[in-house]
T-cell receptor, first 114, second 114 residues
């Protein structure tokens, strides 16, 4: 597609439920990032995928968080047993050559855990 | 490891004032440098970039020069408008562990008043 697409745009869930957030990057972009942005805060790195290489999971805050990227394209971020502190905007970004072109960001998924 | 330091803000300016948002970085390699902008309620957009020392990135009246000697990439605009009110993120992309990795600053909120 023309841009990075994230779905859903908004998600309200009950504490303890599992949620799945989806990112559809720009076709051909091999690099994909997930970030978390809490209200009034900066960007917190979560996970990075580059082509077929093993992902960099060093930013995942706990083992309740996981992510996968199927076929080098669509990525899904899963949060199990959600907690209120998981409430944030989850941003996805992709790039073909990050050092030359930077990243294109999606509009994010606003997750609210009640 | 790599890091990006930028003024925390918020920065409040009157319309037509001169803007400077400072950004300094620490990197082990030869990074590319970026400024991203996040307008209220939206995702991040790439504003400008510079891929090597002494390069000047420019867009929408904003400029930033890659200064290797001072490890800086300060954002400037000669005359700000109300529509420039947003959060500005400085970022670097550097090769680490075999792939490009992006490090963001904490973001500087700019408010322009009429």
């Amino acid at each position: 597609g023309a841009g990075v697409s994230q779905s859903p745009s908004n998600k309200v869930t009950e504490k303890g439920k599992d949620v799945e957030l989806r990112c559809d990057p720009i076709s051909g972009h091999t690099a994909l990032y997930w970030y978390r942005q809490s209200l009034g805060q900066g960007l917190e790195f979560l996970i990075y995928f580059q082509g077929n290489s093993a992902p960099d999971k060093s930013g995942l805050p706990s083992d309740r968080f996981s992510a996968e990227r199927t076929g080098g394209s669509v990525s899904t971020l899963t949060i199990q047993r959600t907690q209120q502190e998981d409430s944030a905007v989850y941003l996805c970004a992709s790039s073909s050559r990050p050092e030359a072109y930077g990243y294109t960001f999606g509009s994010g998924t606003r997750l609210t855990v009640v | 490891g790599n890091s990006v330091t930028q003024m925390e803000g918020p920065v409040t300016l009157s319309e037509e004032a001169f803007l400077t948002i400072n950004c300094t970085y620490t990197a082990t390699g030869y990074p590319s440098l970026f400024w991203y902008v996040q307008y209220p309620g939206e995702g991040l957009q790439l504003l400008l970039k510079a891929t090597k020392a002494d390069d000047k990135g420019s867009n929408k009246g904003f400029e930033a020069t890659y200064r290797k000697e001072t490890t800086s990439f300060h954002l400037e605009k000669g005359s700000v408008q109300v529509s420039d009110s947003a959060v500005y993120f400085c970022a670097l992309s550097d090769r680490s562990g075999g792939y490009q990795k992006v490090t963001f600053g904490i973001g500087t909120k700019l408010q322009v008043i009429p």
